[in-house]
């Protein structure tokens, strides 16, 4: 909704925040970013292993309750609150059994950051004066395996096949569209930085009872590499030309998804 983007991005408007007596999804879904954000970064600096995982495991009931105890001020957590906790230990625990059947199976992984910021400029003319614009996203964490990069975003929120489509640069964007251009932008950022490396680009849906890993995906092209690169900027230059024309209104629209929670 570009009203949206103009209150969020523009006037930096934000919600105030309250102390919960209950836990709502939004609040569990930072909770289990952050218990796995504290033990990733861990095997980022040390390394990751079978063994690591399998005592992690173990941590990881109190990790949350910690964190439930912390957000709530709620030493006994009784109702909805207590189930809210035992199902984020249990999508907690669903990413590192994913992890360790890739070890198990003998797969090389390795942890390159989390929570890592991905940052790039580009210039761009706005009524004939050069500017240049500053992008950057937070990837929840980067690993490399088998030799190929996974930029990863870790998603506590329903995830559908339908969701995350195929995505072709050469048309306009949709809306529908959100998650795989989400995903298609961590590659463009990481690759800017990185332009000999192989990337793809992930959902983990933690949230899912089936499907964990969802792959961003592209028509007829790499999510890496100069042609992807190109092509991608080529996107962003047209987005901000939407943004920066005077003659169109940043309005309401009745279609957004945004608009059931506005």
Same mark, same amino acid.
């Given at each position: 909704?570009?009203?949206?983007?103009?209150?969020?991005?523009?006037?930096?408007?934000?919600?105030?925040?309250?102390?919960?007596?209950?836990?709502?999804?939004?609040?569990?879904?930072?909770?289990?970013?952050?218990?796995?954000?504290?033990?990733?970064?861990?095997?980022?600096?040390?390394?990751?292993?079978?063994?690591?995982?399998?005592?992690?495991?173990?941590?990881?009931?109190?990790?949350?309750?910690?964190?439930?105890?912390?957000?709530? &001020?709620?030493?006994?957590?009784?109702?909805?609150?207590?189930?809210?906790?035992?199902?984020?230990?249990?999508?907690?625990?669903?990413?590192?059994?994913?992890?360790?059947?890739?070890?198990?199976?003998?797969?090389?992984?390795?942890?390159?950051?989390?929570?890592?910021?991905?940052?790039?400029?580009?210039?761009?003319?706005?009524?004939?004066?050069?500017?240049?614009?500053?992008?950057?996203?937070?990837?929840?964490?980067?690993?490399?395996?088998?030799?190929?990069?996974?930029?990863?975003?870790?998603?506590?929120?329903?995830?559908?096949?339908?969701?995350?489509?195929?995505?072709?640069?050469?048309?306009?964007?949709?809306?529908?569209?959100?998650?795989?251009?989400?995903?298609?932008?961590?590659?463009?950022?990481?690759?800017?930085?990185?332009?000999?490396?192989?990337?793809?680009?992930?959902?983990?849906?933690?949230?899912?009872?089936?499907?964990?890993?969802?792959?961003? &995906?592209?028509?007829?092209?790499?999510?890496?590499?100069?042609?992807?690169?190109? &092509?991608?900027?080529?996107?962003?230059?047209?987005?901000?030309?939407?943004?920066?024309?005077?003659? &169109?209104?940043?309005?309401?629209?009745?279609?957004?998804?945004?608009?059931?929670?506005?």
């Amino acid at each position: 909704c570009p009203l949206d983007f103009y209150y969020t991005y523009v006037c930096g408007l934000k919600e105030a925040e309250e102390v919960e007596e209950e836990i709502e999804d939004s609040t569990m879904g930072d909770i289990v970013h952050q218990v796995l954000e504290d033990i990733y970064k861990d095997y980022s600096k040390h390394g990751i292993s079978a063994e690591g995982i399998k005592k992690d495991l173990k941590r990881i009931p109190k990790m949350v309750g910690n964190e439930y105890t912390e957000k709530l &001020k709620q030493t006994t957590l009784t109702g909805n609150n207590y189930i809210s906790k035992e199902i984020a230990i249990t999508q907690v625990e669903k990413v590192l059994k994913s992890d360790l059947e890739h070890l198990k199976a003998g797969r090389s992984l390795k942890i390159l950051g989390t929570e890592e910021e991905l940052s790039t400029t580009l210039e761009f003319s706005i009524q004939r004066e050069l500017v240049k614009v500053h992008l950057k996203g937070t990837a929840d964490r980067i690993d490399e395996l088998d030799g190929v990069v996974r930029i990863i975003d870790y998603k506590t929120g329903k995830v559908e096949t339908k969701s995350v489509p195929e995505l072709n640069l050469d048309d306009p964007v949709a809306e529908k569209h959100a998650k795989s251009l989400q995903l298609a932008y961590y590659s463009y950022l990481y690759s800017k930085n990185h332009p000999n490396k192989k990337v793809s680009s992930w959902i983990f849906a933690i949230k899912n009872s089936k499907q964990l890993l969802f792959e961003g &995906k592209l028509t007829g092209l790499e999510s890496f590499g100069e042609t992807f690169i190109d &092509k991608f900027e080529e996107l962003i230059h047209s987005l901000l030309a939407e943004i920066t024309d005077s003659d &169109k209104l940043l309005i309401h629209n009745e279609d957004s998804k945004w608009c059931q929670v506005c």
